[in-house]
């Protein structure tokens, strides 16, 4: 075929190998590339490669897309103190932002004429990815086999099997998506409204049940230490999830809207996330004003719900990103955290910018800056709107 470079969005899984297969056989030249956000060992990768080498890729690429992760998106994420309907750390959404990012990017990078992901039309991943190819490469042409041709599992597995592939693809009892950000898992019982998930079906069961300590160090919003051990951002928040996983900790099941007007249901651990996000909280109401705590709280739920919603590109995720990272200017110290199974304490903080710290009183027992007549003062001006309204309105 003339113009035939394809870049398929490769996960090894159903769907993208009967995509690879199909797509290779009607003679495009495809490129599979699987974006690594923190889900895949190094054991996982050279299995897919081999998957995709024999479902008739012309390349294989895996990209270690972690660093941009961790800059672009899950930054601002605990700049926001990000939780969607306040019990989600937006997991996947947040990876599929950077895996379409990481794919289009390569693709304009190869010069391929098309781009293929293995979405359903009955997902929010359709939208993410149609959205962000779209934005940033209108000259490329999308192609989705699973969403056009509304494919059955059992009809892709019959196809690949008519092409000698008799590999088994045995639905797993439960869905796990694992990330840098978080584990998404789904199952029969998220389907309904009423059954949890049992103990089993999260990849991380508990292993720890003496309490423990650990410490967290911001500096500027950012994570930088550990229990005091330094390292990239990355890295400590993936020491924190070895440490903190092993308490069964932030495990949660997810209600809320999904793109396309229905309500979904998914059920996630998210240790590191949690400790972070919270932890990350606590630090701002000790060093952030009433109203840069009280005007980020909106901004950030707007920017996941953008986020979520796949319009990362539009400019104004940008204006939110520089408002947040301006408000952290003075978000650093640190937070010790006790961690429990199944849960964890928020013991208290330290930072040279506590604002508890200043010299004008102390909550409840003492002012040091004012006078008692200036306090009556003050609460009869703080009053008088509503004493006005009230007076005006009392017979009516």
């Known amino acids: 075929m003339k113009d035939s470079k394809l870049v398929l969005a490769y996960s090894g899984g159903l769907d993208t190998s009967y995509s690879l297969r199909k797509l290779s056989k009607e003679g495009y030249e495809v490129h599979a590339v699987s974006i690594n956000t923190g889900g895949f060992s190094k054991i996982e990768i050279?299995?897919?490669?081999?998957?995709?080498?024999?479902?008739?890729?012309?390349?294989?690429?895996?990209?270690?897309?972690?660093?941009?992760?961790?800059?672009?998106?899950?930054?601002?994420?605990?700049?926001?103190?990000?939780?969607?309907?306040?019990?989600?750390?937006?997991?996947?959404?947040?990876e599929r932002i950077i895996q379409a990012v990481e794919i289009v990017t390569y693709a304009k990078a190869i010069g391929a004429t098309y781009i293929a992901h293995g979405s359903t039309g009955a997902g929010n991943d359709q939208v993410r990815f149609d959205m962000i190819f779209q934005v940033m490469a209108p000259e490329i042409k999308i192609i989705t086999l699973i969403r056009d041709n509304q494919l059955s599992r059992e009809?892709?597995?019959?196809?690949?099997?008519?092409?000698?592939?008799?590999?088994?693809?045995?639905?797993?009892?439960?869905?796990?998506?694992?990330?840098?950000?978080?584990?998404?898992?789904?199952?029969?019982?998220?389907?309904?409204?009423?059954?949890?998930?049992?103990?089993?079906?999260y990849p991380s069961?508990?292993?720890?049940?003496?309490?423990?300590?650990?410490?967290?160090?911001?500096?500027?919003?950012?994570?930088?230490?550990?229990?005091?051990?330094?390292?990239?951002?990355?890295?400590?928040?993936?020491?924190?999830?070895?440490?903190?996983?092993?308490?069964?900790?932030?495990?949660d099941i997810h209600v809320g809207d999904t793109i396309i007007g229905i309500?979904?249901?998914?059920?996630?651990?998210?240790?590191?996330?949690?400790?972070?996000?919270?932890?990350?909280?606590?630090?701002?109401?000790?060093?952030?004003?009433?109203?840069?705590?009280?005007?980020?709280?909106?901004?950030?739920?707007?920017?996941?719900?953008?986020?979520?919603?796949?319009?990362?590109?539009?400019?104004?995720?940008?204006?939110?990103?520089?408002?947040?990272?301006?408000?952290?200017?003075?978000?650093?110290?640190?937070?010790?955290i006790k961690l429990h199974p199944y849960r964890f304490e928020l013991l208290g903080i330290q930072s040279p910018n506590d604002l508890m710290q200043a010299e004008f009183g102390s909550y409840g027992e003492m002012n040091k800056g004012w006078t008692a007549e200036e306090a009556k003062g003050f609460i009869k001006l703080t009053a008088n709107a509503t004493k006005i309204y009230q007076h005006l309105n009392q017979e009516k």
């Open 263 to 336: 309500k979904g249901r998914v059920g996630f651990e998210a240790a590191a996330p949690t400790l972070i996000i919270k932890a990350h909280h606590l630090l701002e109401k000790h060093t952030l004003s009433k109203w840069q705590q009280f005007q980020k709280e909106q901004l950030a739920n707007f920017y996941g719900m953008q986020l979520h919603e796949g319009h990362y590109l539009d400019p104004v995720m940008r204006d939110m990103e520089a408002f947040m990272e301006s408000s952290q200017k003075q978000v650093t110290g640190t937070v010790f």
């Open 155 to 201: 009809d892709e597995i019959e196809y690949l099997k008519t092409q000698g592939i008799d590999v088994p693809w045995e639905k797993a009892k439960y869905s796990i998506n694992q990330g840098l950000w978080g584990t998404s898992v789904g199952g029969s019982e998220t389907l309904t409204s009423d059954l949890p998930l049992p103990d089993s079906a």
């Open 46 to 94: 050279q299995d897919i490669e081999k998957k995709a080498y024999q479902m008739g890729a012309h390349l294989y690429k895996n990209i270690d897309a972690l660093d941009p992760f961790y800059d672009k998106i899950v930054k601002y994420l605990i700049y926001g103190n990000v939780l969607r309907n306040n019990t989600y750390p937006l997991s996947v959404s947040a």
């Open 205 to 251: 069961p508990l292993k720890k049940e003496k309490e423990e300590t650990v410490s967290l160090k911001f500096t500027h919003g950012e994570l930088t230490e550990v229990n005091g051990e330094t390292g990239s951002p990355v890295a400590l928040i993936q020491n924190l999830q070895e440490r903190a996983k092993q308490y069964a900790i932030g495990r």
